[in-house]
């Protein structure tokens, strides 16, 4: 087996804010098919040591940004993990990024520093025998470490992947020497950005290669509109950044097998499903299709927009049934729209098992996001038969087909694409899912469609070690 290290903020099913955890937590298995043998480097969050228990410590640092840390090694949940246990970091409440106020905690740059420092330690000197040919670095937690390398004098291939380019990992410039950081790199030309430190910029500047989730998204982050104000930087390296889409775990998420839900292998065995989700949200029965939405509650996401469009979907017997948490405002907002409502219903909170039978019950999934670089909830709906309605935007654009008449004639169409994400168009597809739905044939073809579109690894895991050669080969 070759040797790479990904270096991540979470993984699921340790930590998980979003699809970053899922992606990193299923590369491993994916690319194992691929000869590669990864290992993943995190932060010793509570969970993450919990679920590890007593395993050896490959190496100390007496002080790691302000107290001892040691790196541990061992198995959880089938992953082979590096994890690093620094207390004064990571040894506290809240979420990975967040208080339990909801506020960045003020030493996050501190914290994703100390990860990175432990990355290019071990790609210097090893850890217990073990040294990866590759770092695959991901967001701007793990976009430090080319610039320790450097410094250290280590010219080991590093690959960054943008999962988000809208979290830049800002600093204060006075940081700079705290995090270890040299002063010669804090130029525009280098991890300088408008006066800050940006981790994220460190990487996209130094990292050997770049990637993103999608194809579409990495045209898209060189543009203005969804570059966030490093499109120039991404413009630079244009030549050294690829798409690749995200696959999904398709073991953990068979809805043959699934335990979360009564397992189906065809449309048709989603009707149980489908009942005891209206129960489980007191949702009346209607006429129309039962959508849902599994998401955060950020502007990102379009369900401000989604919240407006809504008549044109209750009006016509549809029903929706959303999970999400987040944004105050956006909570507050859907919450009352859901109020003395037998048509809308939310719940908010972060409940992994109930978004499995929201899935599984749902005909339909609605993602109208602003962007999305991949996107993980069509993939699962598409999975699960909830035939996704989604912006024409990131890897939206690259999952869906769109169920105009050619491909519905062509019998190929799985979901439906809405463009421009206004609220005009949105409350239009919305009437077109419920005219699809009412045609009970035509829907079930749509939902096998969907069942049947590949969303796992097959073309994206040889797809990535093509690129780990390329990244190595380019260090060389
Ligand atoms: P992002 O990473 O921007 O949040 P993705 O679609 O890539 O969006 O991934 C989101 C992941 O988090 C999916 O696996 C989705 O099912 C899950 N998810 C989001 N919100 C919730 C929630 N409230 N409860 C359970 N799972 C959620």
Redo the contacts with the bound molecule.
Sequence with gaps: MRAALAVASECAPLVKT???A?VVGALPAALAREGWGLRILLPGYREVLAALGEVPVLFEEADLFGGPARLRAGRAAGLELLVLEAPHLYDRGGSPYLDERGHDWPDNPERFAALCWIAARVAAEGAGGWRPEILHLHDWQAALVPVYLRARGVAAPTLLTIH?IAFHGLAPADRLERLRLPAEGFTPEGFEYYGHISALKAGLVHATRLSTVSPTYARELQTPDYGMGLDGVIRARAGHLVGILNGIDTRAWDPATDPAIRPFRSPAGKAANRAALLREFGLGEGEGPLCVV???LSDQKGLDLLLRALPALTDRGGRLAL???GDRGLEEAWLRAAEGSDRVAVRI????AL?HRMFAGGDAVLVPSRFEP????QL?GLRYGAVPLVALTGGLADTIINANDAALKAGVATGLQVHPLTVDALAAALIRLCELYADRALWARLQRNAMRHPVGWEASAPAYAALYERTIAAAG
């Design positions: 979003g699809g970053l899922d988000n599994i998401s955060r999970l999400g948490t909170g972060y409940d992994e978004s991949c996107g993980l909830t699962y």
